[in-house]
């Protein structure tokens, strides 16, 4: 496999973090991204410490410039990046008659705005190289899901966002590519169970039951998906849309 360089954005924890060290593991430079660099070090470290190639970036998605730089620095320090996988992400989860504008404009901010200030900067080196792959997380909750009116909007918006860029990229040699995940364990499951006040354990419990594979899933799942759309095996695969959910979602 031929080594690329990879950016990761919200990979300091839970899906990204095990993406980002999925990526580095098949050979490639991992930027792993996130609001906040001290806290994707810590993943950037792990992966070093494996032998992988990794350094930390810290960046808001949703800012313009703020994009652009990491992107520019990323390519600086590690070579111009050829894969994206737009990660980073947010809930502020409320009914329709509670939700401020405020939480609609962050979490559209974050996942569309984010995955497409990121996607522009990166595809002139992608185009450059005649190579790309740009993956997206969308989510189950594309399918509508009670309390998620922004969220909802957010993970559908990456599917038709995902499919336009798959057909505008395509004949420079970019894919791209959405993995919808269904209940993975995270920090991000976590803070909406202490919300809804169930304990974390019988929040999972309860997710496990409602899958038909009997478990809730976990950061590598997804990561598993995103390695593959990013594989030089998956070149004839774009525009399309993996629920990864341990069942049939979609
Ligand atoms: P997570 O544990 O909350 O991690 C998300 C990461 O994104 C955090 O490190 C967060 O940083 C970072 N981030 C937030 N806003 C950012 C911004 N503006 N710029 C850069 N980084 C930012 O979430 P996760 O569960 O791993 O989810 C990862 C992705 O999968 C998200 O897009 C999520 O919507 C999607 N997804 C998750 C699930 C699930 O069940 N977990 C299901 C479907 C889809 P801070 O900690 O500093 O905020």
């Known amino acids: 496999m031929t080594a690329r360089t990879a950016i990761v954005t919200g990979a300091a924890r839970g899906i990204g973090a095990a993406t980002a060290r999925r990526l580095a593991a098949e050979g490639h430079a991992v930027a792993v991204l996130d609001l906040a660099e001290e806290q994707a070090q810590a993943t950037a470290d792990a992966i070093n410490a494996k032998g ?51 939480d609609w404009d962050a979490v559209l901010g974050v996942h569309l705005r984010g995955a497409f200030l990121m996607s522009r900067a990166v595809q002139s080196s992608m185009v450059e190289a005649g190579w790309g792959r740009i993956v997206n997380l969308s989510s189950t909750s594309a399918l509508g899901n009670r309390g998620q009116a922004n969220y909802a909007a957010a993970k559908a918006g990456m599917q038709g966002f995902t499919k336009t860029l798959a057909i505008e990229l395509g004949r420079f040699g970019i894919t791209a590519n959405a993995v919808a995940p269904g209940f993975i364990e995270t920090e ?63």
């Open 52 to 102: 992988g190639k990794a350094i930390a970036v810290g960046a808001d998605v949703a800012d313009e410039d703020a994009a652009a730089a990491a992107v520019a620095r990323v390519a600086a320090e590690l070579g111009p990046p050829q894969i994206l996988v737009n990660n980073a992400g947010i809930l502020r989860d409320n009914l329709l008659f509670k939700m401020s504008a405020g």
């Open 188 to 250: 991000m499951t976590k803070a909406t169970a202490e919300r809804v006040g169930v304990p974390f354990e019988d929040f999972l419990a309860h997710a496990a039951k409602e899958t038909p594979v009997g478990r809730v899933g976990q950061p590598e799942d997804i990561a598993a998906a995103v390695a593959y759309f990013c594989s030089e095996d998956a070149g004839f695969v774009s525009g399309q849309v993996l629920y990864v959910a341990g069942g049939p979602k979609a």
